[in-house]
């Protein structure tokens, strides 16, 4: 049950900050990286680093908590990154709500970190064009890493 759990849990998270029910997201966001601290090796651990800290920042951010808001982006930057993310690359939600109220190093020091798990082909050029647009007080289009 905990291995299914593990897979599914993200979904229902993300279903529960989407509705506005900041509370449960909150609580199933925790459940969701403690269930990843027993599985370090599987595949999906970054993904549970990853996620679930975007949205305790999100929160955070939402309760108005800007700097553990930060922290939690951060330590979603440091995911040790999956599958997904060696592919379509980070979520950049919190990123852009950060920036929207001017937290421009926080992000920036996150794209470099999410460099590590993207696959260096796709993120090379995204992550310079967004990083030019950022360090010139704007805030890029970050397309499909929104979802």
Do not use: C
């Not at 849990?9 to 997201?25: L, P, R, T």
């Not at 370090?40 to 908590?65: D, P, Q, T």
């Not at 980070?90 to 993207?118: C, H, Q, S």
């Amino acid at each position: 049950m905990n291995q299914e759990r593990f897979f599914s849990i993200k979904d229902e998270m993300h279903q529960a900050f989407d509705s506005g029910n900041f509370d449960k997201a909150e609580q199933l966001a925790f459940e969701y990286l403690e269930l990843a601290e027993s599985r370090k090796a599987n595949w999906n651990y970054g993904n549970a680093i990853h996620h679930s800290n975007i949205i305790l920042g999100r929160i955070a951010l939402n309760r108005g908590h800007v700097d553990q808001a930060k922290d939690f982006l951060i330590k979603a930057g440091e995911s040790s990154g999956s599958p997904q993310l060696k592919s379509f690359g980070p979520n950049m939600m919190l990123a852009k709500e950060l920036l929207e109220i001017g937290e421009r190093d926080v992000v920036a020091r996150y794209i470099d970190l999410t460099k590590k798990f993207w696959m260096w082909i796709y993120s090379w050029r995204k992550t310079r064009v967004w990083k030019e647009k950022i360090l010139k007080g704007r805030i890029p289009d970050f397309g499909g890493n929104l979802i």
